[in-house]
């Protein structure tokens, strides 16, 4: 029998299971008895992740007696946007789907987001479970709701807050993620300890090796981690109305790398490392970390192979794209600085043009 962990993500509307091992993508239809879940299912993903996964996991839930149809989309963050949700919705429509059916998303956060965005608009919403495959997935995006896609000016820009049912992670999974997937998504780790938890930045910096041999232990440890923390923070904040937006630490500036790079260039934790990077140059230049703790951050991002350089944009191009970050009240720049190593805070910026200027000139 495979090892499993339940974690609960504790909302006022519903709470949901989170469901963290090794092996246990055949158990979704065992876990999901007695919950009320639509028998009739259309199974989202691409067609990397579909060859790898999709079979293993619609046969449990078909021998279980669900019917599961398999609806499959092109790969890539360049596919994350308005085009494909309508081929999805299309596929729905096409075949009957009724308010009594559910969606699977199964794959990266492009597909969590996607059938995510499809699950809460079809029919004015209906039921979905995430099963991510991508590190960035299983410690970031299959958790706390945010769904949506990618507008050609800027990330995220059309979407919805609307939860799953669960989550099930099959740390398995990462055996066949690319590696520079895998440093992508170490990305979002780090955040967490920067952002969140000292010691758990620490643990990274002392595991570095393990973690990138992929040792089993390691990386459940920080896949549950990682999930209790970002579900610590939607509990409390579900919409984003405050806390939530630390979760956008390196984010203004991530975001504005892939517009400007064409979607998918530049991988997502790629450019969230740049942004992390930037983050704190910033927060030091503010007094709120010293340059030792930068180097820190930049220093570990790097041990998981992560750059931190970003590509040469112009400053008014830069800067016009992070105008448009979500977090941005009355024209005015908000980031989210990092205090120390393990706490952070958000500042409205006075004169944001010359403070890129000074920093990305460094
Ligand atoms: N909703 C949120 O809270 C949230 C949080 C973080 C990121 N995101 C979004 O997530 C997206 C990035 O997600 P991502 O990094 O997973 O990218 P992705 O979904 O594009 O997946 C990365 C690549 O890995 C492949 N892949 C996935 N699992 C695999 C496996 N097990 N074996 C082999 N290949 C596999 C995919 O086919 C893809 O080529 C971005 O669009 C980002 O905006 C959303
Ligand atoms: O869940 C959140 O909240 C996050 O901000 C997590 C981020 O890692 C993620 O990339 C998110 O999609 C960015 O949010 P957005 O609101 O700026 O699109
Ligand atoms: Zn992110």
Redesign the pocket.
Known sequence: MSVMTELQVGLDTRSYPIWIGAGILERLAELLDGRDFPRRLALVSNPVVADLYAERLGAGLEAAGYRVERIIVPEGEEHKNLDTYRRIMTSLIESGFDRRSGLIALGGGVIGDLTGFVAATYLRGIPFLQVPTSLLAQV??SV?G?T?VNHPLG??LIGAFYQPRGVLIDVDTLKTLPEREFHAGMA?VVKYGVIRDRAFFDWLDDSWQRILRHDREALVHLVEKSCQT?ANI?ESDEK?KGL?AI??YG?TFG?AVETLAGYGEVR?GEA?AMGMKVAAEIAHRKGCCSADEVRAVCDLLQKFRLPVAPPEFALDELMAAMLR??KVQDGRLRLVLNVGIGDCRIDEIDDPRSLFAAVLSH
């Open positions: 970031d995006s706390g945010k949506g990330k995220n979002e970002k939607v984003e939530r979760l956008n984010h975001h997502h969230v970050d979500k």
